[in-house]
């Protein structure tokens, strides 16, 4: 098994502690192989606002040689993992930055085949208040990449660093942690099982229709969908074209 960790800060505080607490208690049977991002030191640019991934492609992006990096072990990944301190109620701003920059594989755009198969966990902590407008920022996004499942663990620490949290929030932090690992490892082990949900389902028909009905709008989308075979019966979560009865 796989995962992709991108944190949403360089300190390896509260946030980075819990993510690696939630980690350590994953089956160990799953053999985790764990490929690990810090922002911004790994994807420092913000989005330059300049189109070129939408309309011409991600590789035209300004920042492909950071982005690609980050995206690779995505799609290589059985498990995605973001995580944020909550800064003024929301994410880090290095890591809306590098959301920003994956915005041409939401379903709006072009959806990766492989991101539906995958699963993701958000991570958040503040010391009061803010996560959960955090958390969906980041589930939102994960959401709209087609990920199979989606959780998240918000977590307040009362406290400015790891080793000020008081023990009473550590017993609750333990807890939580061991309750996230053991959903995140069900679920790893039976991804391959696992049916889209609905609001997946409901998204992809939607975009569906958005893009066959209007091709002037995106002409790379289009086309993206089109060979893509998902203006057929082919879905991503699947690897070949429905069959009739299975459509109906």
């Not at 000020?164 to 790893?188: F, N, Q, Y």
């Not at 229709?209 to 879905?235: A, C, I, Q, T």
Request: charged share 25%; aromatic share 10%; glycine share 6%.
């Amino acid at each position: 098994m796989k995962t992709c960790l991108i944190n949403g800060s360089m300190r390896k505080g509260s946030t980075y502690h819990i993510t690696h607490m939630i980690l350590s208690k994953l089956d160990q049977n799953l053999d985790n192989e764990i490929t690990e991002f810090f922002l911004p030191k790994d994807m420092p640019n913000f989005c330059a606002g300049c189109y070129q991934c939408i309309y011409n492609g991600e590789n035209r992006c300004p920042h492909s040689s950071s982005v690609e990096k980050i995206h690779q072990a995505m799609l290589e990944a059985d498990l995605i993992i973001i995580t944020s301190p909550v800064y003024v109620f929301d994410v880090s701003g290095q890591l809306k930055a590098l959301l920003d920059h994956f915005g041409y594989q939401w379903m709006s755009h072009r959806p990766h085949e492989a991101m539906f198969k995958k699963i993701g966990l958000s991570v958040v902590t503040a010391a009061g208040a803010g996560m959960k407008s955090t958390s969906s920022t980041i589930c939102t996004n994960l959401t709209w990449w087609g990920l199979k499942r989606v959780y998240s663990l918000n977590q307040a620490v009362m406290a400015s660093s790891y080793d000020e949290i008081p023990p009473k929030i550590r017993v609750e932090i333990d807890k939580k942690t061991s309750v996230m690992a053991r959903k995140l490892s069900k679920s790893l082990r039976k991804r391959a099982q696992l049916n889209p949900t609905m609001k997946t389902r409901f998204l992809f028909n939607l975009m569906k229709m958005m893009k066959k009905g209007h091709p002037e709008w995106n002409v790379l989308d289009h086309e993206f969908w089109k060979n893509s075979g998902y203006f057929l019966s082919k879905k991503p979560w699947r690897d070949t074209l429905e069959s009739t009865a299975e459509r109906g």
